[in-house]
């Protein structure tokens, strides 16, 4: 029985030698024109693997970078508003202001022809606590009663007191007819327009 097996064993054993030798040489006349190396084969493969990972991961970044970026331009986006005409505005004398509504009727905001002629306007609400700021003739510049603030009439930006950042600016356009509009607002860093 046992040497049965046995030979049994050593006719697979044997047959599967004579398969191995028998592909070989049957590939051998080949080798030359398509020479194959496993080994060499392995590396290729851990290397196209290593590139798929830097290609995903590189792929990944981007993608985040993109959606970081628009995140960042919608929350710096000046949204679309309605242009509206800003009676009076044509007949201001060079030196003074007069109120608005902008963009909506509960929007406070502020033009001030400067003593140069020009036409600048801002949302009237001081960027400390929102006061409403006024136009101080003697001294060309808007201030903010509350907290002694004040504000550069043409830019807007802070000259001194407690707000921490410019008057929101407020876009204008003169029409042929010298009629003023509003054409738009930015948006504070932090106030949310409409
Ligand atoms: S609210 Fe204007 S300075 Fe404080």
Not at 94 to 100: C, I, R, T
Not at 107 to 133: M, N, W, Y
Request: glycine share 8%; net charge negative.
């Amino acid at each position: 029985m046992s040497s049965n097996l046995g030979k049994t064993i050593d006719k697979v054993l044997a047959d599967t030698r004579s398969d191995e030798s028998d592909v070989r040489s049957a590939t051998a006349p080949h080798q030359h024109d398509f020479p194959y190396d496993r080994e060499e084969e392995a590396q290729v493969t851990r290397r196209e693997f290593c590139n798929f990972l830097g290609l995903t991961s590189a792929a990944l970044f981007v993608g985040a970078a993109g959606f970081a970026g628009k995140a960042a331009f919608d929350a710096r986006r000046t949204p679309q508003l309605p242009p509206s005409k800003i009676e009076g505005a044509e007949t201001l004398a060079p030196g003074s202001s007069l109120n608005f509504r902008y963009p909506t009727a509960k929007d406070s905001a502020i033009l001030v022809r400067t003593l140069d002629g020009e036409l600048h306007a801002f949302g009237q609400k001081c960027t400390h606590l929102s006061c409403p700021v006024y136009f101080e003739r003697a001294h060309q510049r808007l201030e903010c009663p509350c907290h002694d603030g004040a504000f550069d009439a043409k830019t807007g930006n802070v000259l001194y007191g407690p707000p921490p950042r410019p008057l929101d600016p407020i876009s204008l356009e003169v029409r042929a007819d010298g009629e003023v509009w509003a054409v738009g607002r930015e948006a504070g860093s932090s106030e949310v327009l409409l």
